[in-house]
C-alpha cells in the first residue's frame, strides 16, 4: 500500500507543477477561460497532495518529499511547456486517466485489507475525477 500511494502522491505533484504551467503558459482565444480553470485545478491538487500525504503518514509510512523522488515515481512526466488550449485539456484528460487509473487499484487493494479510511479518499478522488473526465471529454468534442 505504501508503495502505490507514494506513486500517487508522486504523480499528483509532477501533475499540479504542469497544472501550474499550464495556468503560466496558456495563450489565445481560450486564455481566460482555461487560466482560471487551471488555477482551481491546482488549487485542489494542492489539497489532494496533502490528503495523501497526511494519508499515508497515519498508516505508519513515509510519504515522499524531494523533487527527485517525485520524478523517479510520478507515472505523470514532467510537461513541455503547453501554450495551446486543446493541446493542454488533452493533457488534463490524459493525465487524470493515469491517476484514476491508479487510484482504482489502490481503492481495490483497500476494500481487500479492509482499509475504510483509503477506501473512503480513493472513492472520493474516482468520482470527483470521473466527473471532470466528463467535461474536460466535452470540452474537446
Do not use: C
Request: glycine residues 4%.
Amino acid at each position: 500500500m505504501e508503495q502505490k500511494l507514494n506513486i500517487l502522491l508522486a504523480g499528483y505533484q509532477v501533475h499540479y507543477q504542469n497544472l501550474r504551467s499550464l495556468h503560466w503558459n496558456i495563450k489565445g482565444e481560450n486564455f481566460f477561460e482555461l487560466h482560471l480553470k487551471y488555477e482551481e485545478l491546482y488549487t485542489r491538487a494542492q489539497v489532494i497532495i496533502d490528503d495523501l500525504a497526511e494519508r499515508i503518514l497515519s498508516l505508519g509510512y513515509q510519504p515522499l518529499s524531494t523533487f527527485s523522488a517525485y520524478l523517479e515515481n510520478s507515472p505523470i512526466p514532467e510537461n513541455k511547456i503547453i501554450s495551446i488550449g486543446k493541446e493542454g485539456v488533452r493533457y488534463l484528460f490524459d493525465a487524470q486517466n493515469t491517476l484514476l487509473r491508479l487510484e482504482k487499484e489502490i481503492l481495490a487493494f483497500s476494500s481487500e485489507t479492509a482499509d475504510e479510511g483509503t477506501s473512503a479518499l480513493m472513492s472520493d478522488l474516482i468520482r470527483e475525477k470521473e466527473k471532470t473526465n466528463w467535461m474536460f471529454k466535452a470540452w474537446l468534442g
